[in-house]
């Protein structure tokens, strides 16, 4: 079999006496899109930062394109260039204009030339479908496109495995489809993606593996069709039912009872 991309084994992170992550296992094939779902303070984002260690786990094995990162002599930063993230919030530098957000990694962290820098900033930004706000700062783009220069700045740096944090919940429902296309393009391209998100459409869309975490365990996971219209545990339906699909949505989610028949 293929090497997972990313691959969590027995991960446990602790904050003082408080166990967040209580033994994840879990694997994400090459080209996979692994989502998480599940209520707030649940763990999914400890795990993403996890994977490329902003938050080094207290036990357990966390294995990056084939690289065990806690062992000895392991380069983090030559790991994170090929794992970028895409936060809640979209943390642009205000004094930059859209371009030179997306130049700076390429910059700073790969040395290209302004001139390479510039040409590449400009093919993300064309790529996310905001080249044509490249000159302007943030306070004068839209959420969804400051969202879309956040993706593309990671995008710059051309990273193998890249990680959202419920990405499109700081938007207003208007923007997140923007925001949403952009995923589904690098998940049509088979970029690697493990996504947490509330967005329980775009999660049956995108997501070839889903795994519904809660209190830092995992509950359930599996297909996401199975997943979400046939939930096998009470505490999974219940999960669903709080979130609001409107009508059609909330018909495709099969009472526990009759999933279990």
């Known amino acids: 079999m293929t090497e997972p991309a990313v691959e969590l084994i027995n991960l446990r992170k602790s904050f003082g006496d408080h166990e967040v992550l209580c033994g994840i296992d879990v694997a994400v094939k090459k080209g996979g899109v692994l989502v998480l779902i599940g209520p707030s303070g649940s763990g999914k984002s400890t795990m993403l930062r996890c994977v490329n260690f902003l938050e080094r786990p207290t036990s357990g094995t966390v294995r990056v394109l084939g690289q065990d990162l806690g062992a000895r002599g392991v380069k983090l930063t030559q790991v994170r260039r090929n794992v970028g993230m895409v936060f809640q919030h979209f943390n642009l530098f205000s004094h930059r204009s859209a371009l030179g957000n997306v130049m700076e990694g390429p910059r700073v962290v790969l040395r290209l030339s302004r001139k390479e820098a510039e040409e590449r900033a400009m ?29 593309a700045r990671a995008l710059a740096l051309e990273p193998r495995v890249m990680l959202f944090d419920e990405p499109t919940s700081a938007l207003d429902p208007e923007l997140r489809a923007e925001v949403l296309d952009v995923m589904l393009q690098l998940a049509s391209e088979g970029m690697t993606m493990i996504i947490a998100t509330h967005e329980m459409n775009f999660a049956r869309k995108v997501g070839d593996q889903i795994v519904f975490v809660d209190q830092g365990t995992i509950i359930e996971e599996g297909e996401p069709e199975v997943v979400l219209r046939s939930p096998g ?16 949505e909330r018909s495709t989610v099969i009472p526990l009872a009759e999933s279990q028949e």
């Open 123 to 151: 093919a993300m930004l064309q790529k996310v479908g905001v080249a044509e706000h490249a000159h302007k700062k943030p306070h004068r783009l839209s959420g969804g496109q400051r969202q879309r220069v956040a993706i």
């Open 233 to 248: 545990s009470e505490r999974l339906q219940r999960f669903l039912q709080t979130i609001f699909w409107g009508e059609e």
